[in-house]
């Protein structure tokens, strides 16, 4: 069993950076792959970024390549999003999630663990 409590959301205006955290306790956190996805209000949960075990695999969700990069601690079991020049559409409530396939986040909302959520808001 994993327990994932993100950290780090807030209100910033659209051009600024956030860093999210998830930590991550009470399983073999480096056995699985790790995610972010985000929920927007009145949208369904869609996916943001994936990484894989070792770190040196990575996914993103088209609207935030090349603006957002996901990476991981395993010692420090802890996996962050840092997200740079932030839109109004990026606007949601963001949830870390763990499972065994880094690709399959990319296509599946069937997690095998999920954070609670913290919520990132984007002023224009």
């Known amino acids: 069993q994993a327990q994932l409590v993100e950290s780090g959301g807030g209100a910033v205006q659209a051009g600024d950076s956030l860093r999210l955290s998830c930590a991550a306790s009470?399983?073999?956190?480096?056995?699985?792959?790790m995610g972010w996805f985000r929920q927007a209000p009145g949208k369904e949960r869609e996916f943001v970024a994936a990484?894989?075990?070792?770190?040196?695999?990575?996914y993103y969700a088209d609207p935030v390549k090349g603006r957002f990069t996901i990476s991981r601690d395993n010692p420090a079991n802890k996996i962050y999003l840092q997200m740079n020049n932030l839109k109004p559409e990026d606007t949601a409530v963001y949830y870390c999630?763990?499972?065994?396939?880094?690709?399959?986040?990319?296509?599946?909302?069937?997690?095998?663990?999920w954070g609670e959520g913290t919520l990132v808001t984007v002023s224009s």
């Open positions: 999630a763990a499972d065994l396939s880094a690709q399959r986040m990319t296509r599946d909302l069937n997690m095998a663990f």
């Open positions: 009470g399983s073999s956190f480096s056995s699985y792959a």
């Open positions: 990484i894989g075990w070792f770190g040196t695999t990575t």
